[in-house]
């Protein structure tokens, strides 16, 4: 049964850089040919998409994060990661990572979804 | 990008009623060349990441209970709790996957009356 588990700092500084692993197990990140994305909740609110990368290192992001967001696999250790600069207190949230659904489609759903991570941004 | 708005916003159904949340997409999420709606439907529970429940706006996910269904074509869509059970109390959000970005609606929570 395929499993994800995010890890990462959950204390970030104003304007630092926010840094996640998200950890597969159960598969392969390269097996398959599925996105693998990241999806963020701040607290009590709703979700919203950050992006996909695929094995070979191809990504899409929402593009009103795309100026901060970068998305990299780690295809050895099976693994995908998402990095955020200059971050603000806007982007304290629990980011999820997740895959995407459809094999080698950007535009589909996500399951399974990890546990999530609350990220606070804070001095 | 596609506005994904939900109503109610919350809502309180006794048990063993039916309970049904709407969802509204600014543009139509139903692709001509397949004739399918790209909506998903998930469930989240506190504390827990979502779950799938739908897909293709009318497709249950295996192990989904058959008293969860899933309506609804162009740019409104339902799903629909048959027979609220205790175990349904949770915020139930849909998400288009048209194009991207993909969004999803702001949630619609559920509670027991």
């Known amino acids: 049964q395929l499993q994800l588990q995010g890890s990462g700092s959950r204390l970030v500084k104003p304007s630092q850089t926010l840094s996640l692993t998200c950890t597969v197990s159960?598969?392969?990140?390269?097996?398959?040919?599925?996105?693998w994305s990241w999806i963020r909740q701040p607290p009590g609110k709703g979700l919203e998409w950050i992006g996909h990368?695929?094995?070979?290192?191809?990504?899409y992001y929402n593009p009103t994060l795309k100026s901060r967001v970068t998305m990299s696999v780690d295809r050895s250790k099976n693994q995908f990661s998402l990095e955020m600069s200059s971050v603000t207190a806007s982007d304290t949230a629990i980011y999820y990572c997740?895959?995407?659904?459809?094999?080698?489609?950007?535009?589909?759903?996500?399951?399974?979804w990890g546990q999530g991570i609350l990220v606070t941004v804070s001095s | 990008d596609i506005v994904m708005t939900q109503s109610p916003d919350s809502l309180a159904v006794s048990l063993g009623e039916r309970a049904t949340i709407n969802c509204k997409s600014s543009l139509s999420v139903l692709y001509s060349s397949n004739r399918k709606n790209y909506l998903a439907w998930y469930q989240q529970k506190p504390g827990q990441p979502p779950k799938l429940l739908i897909f293709w706006a009318s497709s249950r996910e295996s192990g989904v209970p058959d008293r969860f269904s899933g309506s609804g074509s162009g740019t409104d869509f339902t799903l629909t709790i048959s027979s609220l059970q205790a175990e349904d109390v949770a915020v139930y959000y849909c998400q288009q996957y048209y194009t991207t970005p993909l969004t999803f609606g702001g949630g619609t929570k559920v509670e027991i009356k």
């Open positions: 159960g598969g392969s990140i390269s097996s398959g040919g599925y996105f």
């Open positions: 997740a895959r995407a659904r459809i094999p080698g489609a950007e535009r589909t759903w996500f399951d399974p």
């Open positions: 990368v695929y094995h070979t290192g191809d990504t």
